[in-house]
């Protein structure tokens, strides 16, 4: 008899793992298949097209994987909010391969050993500095611009911080050239969409003489050869640069109250290359290979304090184009560390 229970007991424990099963295997053709309009929705938004169906079936699985990223964030209680962007089908190295740009002169630890500039807002006093800045109403932010899969942020961030510049010190804004700098810039450390960095762009305008309009040399997203004759060099100059004292927020609101400045972050975290909206904050890397610009900074509704960001990923990312980065934090390299490298043209 005991042979006969226990075997009607496991006939029943395999039936009802079977169906337990089956309900799981049901349950995840029923996610995928959610998850596969999903990815067709997304494709259609973006105007994504694959080559074939094994391409598509690869680019499904990077799809899923980062959705479920991005779900788990927003999952939690946080000042920002995560989206499948245009970039949710790429694979974090693809990405950065693409998208940022951003080349240290040094590595990042040694930032502190870059070469010593003055800082003329040092002395500026605290009482002294507003408690929110916004350079869009002051007129020296041109509309959002779009990079592409061109690795040049570095020029679309220097040009951000020049533009800026040569708006406070000659009251028009001028929308400047990125693609002078990615054609001709190639004989430092820059070297167009392969990456490059800002105060190497902006010792290129100095030794140049000037940056031409955009409308004269319009951007183009690849690499190209310098034309000389568009170079025309007279829209806009500038004298040199500064490097704001690097791990300092206090600095770096000081001379952001002052200009536009260029500012380097880790911008392939995922937290970054997947923002939304709200104040983006939390622990995001501190590898920098990025290159965007603060023109402002603020303080939330909830009392957060935040730095306006403008990124180079035209306006369908985040909100509408641009970034809130929590500021002040404990740490001093800054949210995505945002404060080890920051830098300003002189007009």
């Given at each position: 008899?005991?042979?006969?229970?226990?075997?009607?007991?496991?006939?029943?424990?395999?039936?009802?793992?079977?169906?337990?099963?089956?309900?799981?295997?049901?349950?995840?053709?029923?996610?995928?298949?959610?998850?596969?309009?999903?990815?067709?929705?997304?494709?259609?938004?973006?105007?994504?097209?694959?080559?074939?169906?094994?391409?598509?079936?690869?680019?499904?699985?990077?799809?899923k994987a980062n959705v479920v990223f991005i779900e788990s964030v927003n999952a939690g209680n946080h000042k920002f909010e995560l989206e499948a962007n245009q970039f949710a089908d790429l694979t974090d190295d693809e990405f950065r391969a693409t998208w940022t740009g951003y080349r240290p002169r040094r590595p990042a630890a040694a930032a502190s050993s870059r070469k010593a500039t003055g800082f003329r807002y040092a002395n500026v006093s605290l009482a002294d500095v507003p408690t929110s800045v916004d350079w869009r109403t002051k007129g020296a932010v041109t509309p959002i611009k779009d990079q592409g899969e061109c690795g040049c942020c570095w020029a679309f961030s220097a040009v951000?911080?020049?533009?800026?510049?040569?708006?406070?010190?000659?009251?028009k804004l001028v929308s400047l050239s990125e693609q002078e700098l990615v054609d001709c810039d190639v004989n430092g450390m820059d070297q167009g969409c392969e990456?490059?960095?800002?105060?190497?762009?902006?010792?290129?305008?100095?030794?140049?003489?000037?940056?031409?309009?955009?409308?004269?040399?319009?951007?183009?997203?690849?690499?190209?050869?310098?034309?000389?004759?568009?170079?025309?060099?007279?829209?806009?100059?500038?004298t040199g640069y500064e490097d704001?004292?690097?791990?300092?927020?206090?600095?770096?609101?000081?001379?952001?109250?002052?200009?536009?400045?260029?500012?380097?972050?880790?911008?392939?975290?995922?937290?970054?290359?997947?923002?939304?909206?709200?104040?983006l904050s939390g622990a995001?890397?501190?590898?920098?290979?990025?290159?965007?610009?603060?023109?402002?900074?603020?303080?939330?509704?909830d009392g957060t304090k935040f730095w306006l960001m403008k990124n180079s990923w035209g306006t369908s990312w985040g909100e509408a184009g641009y970034i809130r980065m929590e500021r002040d934090i404990a740490d001093d390299e800054g949210l995505c560390g945002l404060a080890m490298q920051p830098s300003y043209p002189t007009a």
């Open positions: 008899m005991a042979t006969h229970h226990s075997s009607a007991f496991l006939l029943a424990a395999i039936v009802a793992f079977a169906g337990a099963l089956s309900t799981a295997l049901a349950a995840r053709d029923l996610g995928d298949q959610a998850m596969v309009a999903r990815h067709d929705e997304w494709m259609a938004k973006y105007g994504r097209v694959y080559s074939d169906a094994a391409e598509k079936a690869r680019r499904f699985e990077v799809f951000a911080s020049m533009e800026g510049a040569v708006k406070i010190s000659t009251g990456g490059g960095e800002m105060d190497d762009a902006f010792e290129f305008v100095v030794d140049n003489g000037g940056l031409t309009t955009e409308s004269k040399y319009p951007y183009t997203g690849s690499d190209g050869n310098c034309n000389s004759d568009e170079a025309k060099n007279d829209a806009a100059s500038i704001v004292p690097a791990n300092d927020e206090t600095s770096l609101r000081k001379a952001v109250a002052n200009q536009p400045v260029s500012v380097a972050v880790d911008g392939g975290d995922n937290l970054f290359r997947f923002y939304k909206g709200g104040v995001c890397g501190t590898e920098l290979d990025h290159g965007i610009a603060a023109v402002g900074y603020g303080v939330a509704g």
